[in-house]
T-cell receptor
Framework: GAGVSQTPSNKVTEKGKYVELRCDPI?????LYWYRQSLGQGPEFLIY????????DSGLPNDRFFAVRPEGSVSTLKIQRTERGDSAVYLC???????????FGQGTRLTVV | ELKVEQNPLFLSMQEGKNYTIYCNYS?????LYWYRQDPGKSLESLFV?????AVKQEGRLMASLDTKARLSTLHITAAVHDLSATYFC?????????????FGKGTHLIIQP
C-alpha cells in the first residue's frame, strides 16, 4: 500500500478484555515499530522488529503486552487483561531498514472503559 | 536514560511573525527528526538531520542540528495559519543494537490570523 495502515482506527473495550491491534507496514519495509501516545504527550517507544524478530522490546510496559510479526510484514500488538491506563493512541511506523526514516500510520485509538 | 526536552510546550503567535522552537537532548546522537502532528492525525515527517551542523529548509520552516550542544532548533519564518499544529522532535539512539525514537513532549503551536 501507499502508507502504513493500522486497524481498527478506534477500539473501545472493557477493562480486563483482550485486544489485538494490527499494522500493515509500507511494502518492502523491513523495520517496524510500535509506539504509544497518551493525550498531550509525545509517542513512547514500545517495540522494534527487524524482519520477523523483535530486535528491541524494552519499551513494552509489562508482560500484558506482546507483539508478533510472523512473516516479516504485518504486525499485531496484543494486550491482555486491559486496564484503563492502557487507553492511548497506538502508533505503528515502518522504515526501509533499521536506521532509515520512519513513516507513521494513523494510529489506533484504544479506550478501555 | 535519554531525555528529550522541547520548549516552549505551548506557543501562540500571530501570522507574519518569526519564532524558534528548541529541542535539547541528554545523550550523544547524530540523528534527529522533526515531525508535525495535526489534531487526531498521525505524525508527518518534516526533517531528518543526520550530522553536526546540518541545516534543512522547507518553505517557512528551517531546522538545524548542533550535536556538540545537543540542540536542535525549528525556526518558523513569517508564520501562516496553516502551520498551526503540534511539532515533535525525536532523537534516535541505538538501544542495544536496535533503533527507536525518543520523542519530546511536543510544542503545540497556534498561529492567529
Amino acid at each position: 500500500g501507499a502508507g502504513v495502515s493500522q486497524t481498527p482506527s478506534n477500539k473501545v473495550t472493557e477493562k480486563g478484555k483482550y485486544v489485538e491491534l494490527r499494522c500493515d507496514p509500507i511494502s518492502g519495509h523491513t523495520a517496524l515499530y510500535w509506539y504509544r501516545q497518551s493525550l498531550g504527550q509525545g509517542p513512547e517507544f514500545l517495540i522494534y522488529f527487524q524482519g520477523t524478530g523483535a530486535a528491541d522490546d524494552s519499551g513494552l510496559p509489562n508482560d500484558r503486552f506482546f507483539a508478533v510479526r510472523p512473516e516479516g510484514s504485518v504486525s499485531t500488538l496484543k494486550i491482555q487483561r486491559t486496564e484503563r491506563g492502557d487507553s492511548a493512541v497506538y502508533l505503528c511506523a515502518s522504515s526501509l531498514v533499521g536506521n532509515a526514516e520512519a513513516f507513521f500510520g494513523q494510529g489506533t485509538r484504544l479506550t478501555v472503559v | 536514560e535519554l531525555k528529550v526536552e522541547q520548549n516552549p510546550l505551548f506557543l501562540s503567535m500571530q501570522e507574519g511573525k518569526n519564532y524558534t522552537i528548541y529541542c535539547n537532548y541528554s545523550t550523544t546522537s547524530d540523528r534527529l527528526y522533526w515531525y508535525r502532528q495535526d489534531p487526531g492525525k498521525s505524525l508527518e515527517s518534516l526533517f531528518v538531520l543526520l550530522s553536526n551542523g546540518a541545516v534543512k529548509q522547507e518553505g517557512r520552516l528551517m531546522a538545524s542540528l548542533d550535536t556538540k550542544a545537543r540542540l536542535s532548533t525549528l525556526h518558523i519564518t513569517a508564520a501562516v495559519h496553516d502551520l498551526s499544529a503540534t511539532y515533535f522532535c525525536a532523537v534516535d539512539i541505538r538501544r542495544g543494537g536496535a533503533d527507536g525514537l525518543t520523542f519530546g513532549k511536543g510544542t503545540h503551536l497556534i498561529i492567529q490570523p
